[in-house]
């Protein structure tokens, strides 16, 4: 009992430590509290196969999954330094100390740290000792003898020592679970704004009707940015302060020169629709969306600063130090690759990249798309090396012709009679030629493809289907307008990129 009693004491040392340590975070850092430092940390330095396993089997939940083993983790480690103080109360502290200390290296070795970022981890170690050392007195006192309160009050298990320990935890954990929430409540609040921007000296072309009314359950042409897919490293959002942010060219550039947004959005803009894709993405998967995005051509930005020597690589770095590497060939071949400052008319969510991110068409995003952009350095491949090119990852990943099933869902029921199978595909920079389904094994039959927006941009496609009751089996594939046709082949060495054809089981009633 008396065990018991002090495991949940280490328990609860570590909740309250790290619901203050949270709270403190959402004002100070809100990356460095201590289970999301931690966390980062060990989303930096998981192996890439692990790393990539996690990602298929967790989906868009890896990052809750992580932070759930952390704390896991953590609590067990912390209920054994509870055990530990029984005789020796310096054990338990130092147990709980070193927890937090962790906390704190891991918060320190974040690339773009900075000394508030320690905050956390101090008010952690502060409140994780108190709470130790006081509920261990309650504790043990609630596990003396009961002699005397039995004599009080004849009820051994009444006695006030005891209550009061119960009284204690719970109300440490119900403070913790406040304070926590708190944090949560404000590190969570997505500012909801949008700076005025100013016009695109080269505008898009007003966007086609696609086929989002004709085809139901078909994705829109344009992807809601509400609904655009997210993939990054990071636990927190970057909230970055536009009035303050700014963007450095240096490296093998003839003038190194800083802008401010007002600058950068002052440069001549140019509009583009783009789909953008992820290599993790799986067949079928949602991580694929379709923009239209305002931006200064990247080639004008390197043009001012001047190429000095032989780079071959834009390495951008984020507000958080995190690196991505382009090839400077691509970037000059004469696409739009651009830093984009807004996204379907407005300007970028924090969740995309606030204030200036990177867009490469035709590159999946690991290489060419970085977010919450504050650098860009003109360098080589051989001296310089990007956080995926250190994971072993391609340097150099143009996006595989692939396609998708968007109607009818997978495993769904529908009805018989004539409806449309329908969905995207996308090829970009080579443009989607043709997009074929097959059902039941039959032949591929030809699909009829949505408005063609540009190179750079999925195409809708559907096939009217009549469909006869029993279970059915439909299958895509796309080829792009140089001939390469969607395979199972994975879109390079490493990381997966998987791009194989799609094939969903549907029942007709
Ligand atoms: N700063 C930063 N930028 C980043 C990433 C990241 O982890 N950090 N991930 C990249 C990856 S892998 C992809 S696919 C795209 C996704 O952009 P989105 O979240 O706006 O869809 O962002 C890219 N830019
Ligand atoms: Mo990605």
Redesign the pocket.
């Given at each position: 009992m008396t065990r018991l009693r002090l495991a949940l004491t280490g328990v609860l040392a570590a909740v309250a430590g790290i619901a203050v340590g949270h709270l403190v975070a959402a004002f100070a850092a809100p990356s460095a509290s201590p289970v999301l430092a931690i966390g980062s940390t060990v989303i930096d330095l998981t192996p890439t196969p692990l790393k990539e396993w996690a990602i298929a089997h967790f989906g868009t939940n890896d990052k809750l999954v992580l932070q759930g083993s952390v704390v896991v983790v953590t609590l067990a480690l912390a209920a054994v330094a509870g055990i530990l103080s029984r005789t020796r109360r310096w054990v338990g502290v130092a147990l709980i100390s070193a927890l937090v200390v962790l906390a704190g290296l891991a918060a320190a070795t974040r690339p773009a740290f900075r000394p508030v970022d320690l905050l956390p981890a101090v008010a952690t170690l502060v409140v994780g000792v108190a709470t130790l050392l006081g509920l261990r007195w309650r504790a043990l006192a609630a596990s003396r003898p009961v002699a005397d309160t039995v004599q009080s009050t004849g009820r051994p298990d009444a006695g006030p020592s005891r209550r009061g320990f119960v009284l204690a935890s719970v109300g440490v954990a119900v403070a913790a679970g406040l304070v926590a929430t708190a944090g949560q409540v404000r590190i969570g609040a997505q500012r909801v704004r949008s700076l005025v921007l100013p016009r695109p000296a080269s505008p898009a072309e007003a966007l086609p009707t696609g086929l989002d009314r004709t085809v139901p359950g078909i994705s829109p042409l344009q992807t809601p940015t509400a609904d655009?897919?997210?993939?990054?490293?990071?636990l927190t959002v970057p909230q970055v302060d536009v009035d303050t942010w700014t963007l450095e060219v240096d490296g093998m550039v003839e003038n190194p020169f800083t802008l401010t947004f007002a600058e950068l959005s002052a440069m001549p803009l140019i509009e583009r629709d783009i789909t953008?894709?992820?290599?993790?993405n799986e067949v079928g998967g949602g991580?694929v969306?379709a923009a239209r995005w305002l931006g200064v051509r990247l080639t004008d930005v390197l043009g001012r600063a001047g190429l000095r020597g032989r780079p071959d690589q834009v390495l951008s770095t984020?507000v958080?130090g995190?690196t991505?590497s382009t090839p400077l060939s691509v970037v000059q071949d004469g696409r739009d690759a651009m830093i984009a400052i807004g996204m379907n008319g407005k300007s970028l969510t924090d969740?995309?990249?606030f204030p200036a991110?990177l867009i490469t068409p035709g590159l999946?995003?690991?290489v060419g798309?970085?977010?919450?952009l504050t650098k860009l350095t003109l360098t080589t491949y051989a001296q310089d090396q990007a956080y995926w090119t250190q994971r072993q990852w391609v340097t150099d990943a143009p996006i595989k012709t692939s396609a998708r099933i968007d109607t009818p869902a997978p495993l769904s029921t529908i009805k018989a009679g004539r409806t449309a199978i329908g969905g995207v595909a996308w090829a970009q920079h080579r443009g989607v030629g043709k997009v074929e389904v097959q059902i039941d094994g039959g032949d591929w039959q030809q699909t009829r493809l949505g408005p063609d927006v540009n190179i750079d941009y999925w195409r809708q496609w559907y096939l009217p289907w009549d469909a006869k009751p029993g279970l059915h089996r439909i299958a895509v594939r796309a080829v792009d307008r140089e001939g390469q046709v969607q395979s199972n082949e994975r879109a390079t060495p490493f990381p997966s990129g998987a791009s194989g054809i799609q094939e969903v089981v549907v029942t007709v009633a």
């Amino acid at each position: 009992m008396t065990r018991l009693r002090l495991a949940l004491t280490g328990v609860l040392a570590a909740v309250a430590g790290i619901a203050v340590g949270h709270l403190v975070a959402a004002f100070a850092a809100p990356s460095a509290s201590p289970v999301l430092a931690i966390g980062s940390t060990v989303i930096d330095l998981t192996p890439t196969p692990l790393k990539e396993w996690a990602i298929a089997h967790f989906g868009t939940n890896d990052k809750l999954v992580l932070q759930g083993s952390v704390v896991v983790v953590t609590l067990a480690l912390a209920a054994v330094a509870g055990i530990l103080s029984r005789t020796r109360r310096w054990v338990g502290v130092a147990l709980i100390s070193a927890l937090v200390v962790l906390a704190g290296l891991a918060a320190a070795t974040r690339p773009a740290f900075r000394p508030v970022d320690l905050l956390p981890a101090v008010a952690t170690l502060v409140v994780g000792v108190a709470t130790l050392l006081g509920l261990r007195w309650r504790a043990l006192a609630a596990s003396r003898p009961v002699a005397d309160t039995v004599q009080s009050t004849g009820r051994p298990d009444a006695g006030p020592s005891r209550r009061g320990f119960v009284l204690a935890s719970v109300g440490v954990a119900v403070a913790a679970g406040l304070v926590a929430t708190a944090g949560q409540v404000r590190i969570g609040a997505q500012r909801v704004r949008s700076l005025v921007l100013p016009r695109p000296a080269s505008p898009a072309e007003a966007l086609p009707t696609g086929l989002d009314r004709t085809v139901p359950g078909i994705s829109p042409l344009q992807t809601p940015t509400a609904d655009f897919y997210r993939v990054d490293t990071n636990l927190t959002v970057p909230q970055v302060d536009v009035d303050t942010w700014t963007l450095e060219v240096d490296g093998m550039v003839e003038n190194p020169f800083t802008l401010t947004f007002a600058e950068l959005s002052a440069m001549p803009l140019i509009e583009r629709d783009i789909t953008m894709t992820c290599v993790s993405n799986e067949v079928g998967g949602g991580y694929v969306g379709a923009a239209r995005w305002l931006g200064v051509r990247l080639t004008d930005v390197l043009g001012r600063a001047g190429l000095r020597g032989r780079p071959d690589q834009v390495l951008s770095t984020a507000v958080d130090g995190f690196t991505i590497s382009t090839p400077l060939s691509v970037v000059q071949d004469g696409r739009d690759a651009m830093i984009a400052i807004g996204m379907n008319g407005k300007s970028l969510t924090d969740v995309h990249g606030f204030p200036a991110r990177l867009i490469t068409p035709g590159l999946y995003g690991f290489v060419g798309a970085t977010k919450w952009l504050t650098k860009l350095t003109l360098t080589t491949y051989a001296q310089d090396q990007a956080y995926w090119t250190q994971r072993q990852w391609v340097t150099d990943a143009p996006i595989k012709t692939s396609a998708r099933i968007d109607t009818p869902a997978p495993l769904s029921t529908i009805k018989a009679g004539r409806t449309a199978i329908g969905g995207v595909a996308w090829a970009q920079h080579r443009g989607v030629g043709k997009v074929e389904v097959q059902i039941d094994g039959g032949d591929w039959q030809q699909t009829r493809l949505g408005p063609d927006v540009n190179i750079d941009y999925w195409r809708q496609w559907y096939l009217p289907w009549d469909a006869k009751p029993g279970l059915h089996r439909i299958a895509v594939r796309a080829v792009d307008r140089e001939g390469q046709v969607q395979s199972n082949e994975r879109a390079t060495p490493f990381p997966s990129g998987a791009s194989g054809i799609q094939e969903v089981v549907v029942t007709v009633a």
